[in-house]
């Protein structure tokens, strides 16, 4: 069975750090490019960053440039979102989610498979 497992969120001040973790069962990851994505209350999913299988190539959405970064251990299936410097629009549910390629675009559509989600909360 292919699963996506999301862990790491909690609650955090503002400033503060996260790391985010993704983990496959039922299918290798290094295959997939992995996307995470994050849905505020109220508000559509959107994509903020992926990583792609065949290079590693990264993208970011602008709004976390240089804050985030998603990196992948292939021995562990893992991949990873360390955040860093967060503030109160980065609170949301964060999915992972793997599909054949990853581009700037961070598109939901371009995803198969999802985790269930993970909440960050970030708040004084």
């Known amino acids: 069975q292919v699963q996506l497992v999301e862990s790491g969120g909690g609650l955090v001040q503002p400033g503060g750090s996260l790391r985010l973790s993704c983990t496959a069962s039922g299918f290798t990851l290094q295959h997939y490019a992995i996307g995470w994505f994050r849905q505020a209350q109220g508000k559509e999913r959107e994509g903020v960053s992926c990583i792609d299988s065949s290079d590693g190539s990264t993208y970011y959405a602008d709004s976390v440039k240089g804050r985030f970064t998603i990196s992948r251990d292939n021995a562990k299936n893992t991949v990873y979102l360390q955040m860093n410097s967060l503030n109160s629009d980065d609170t949301g549910v964060y999915f992972c989610?793997?599909?054949?390629?990853?581009?700037?675009?961070?598109?939901?559509?371009?995803?198969?498979?999802w985790g269930q989600g993970t909440q960050v909360t970030v708040s004084s």
């Open positions: 989610a793997a599909g054949p390629w990853a581009t700037s675009e961070l598109g939901v559509d371009e995803y198969d498979y």
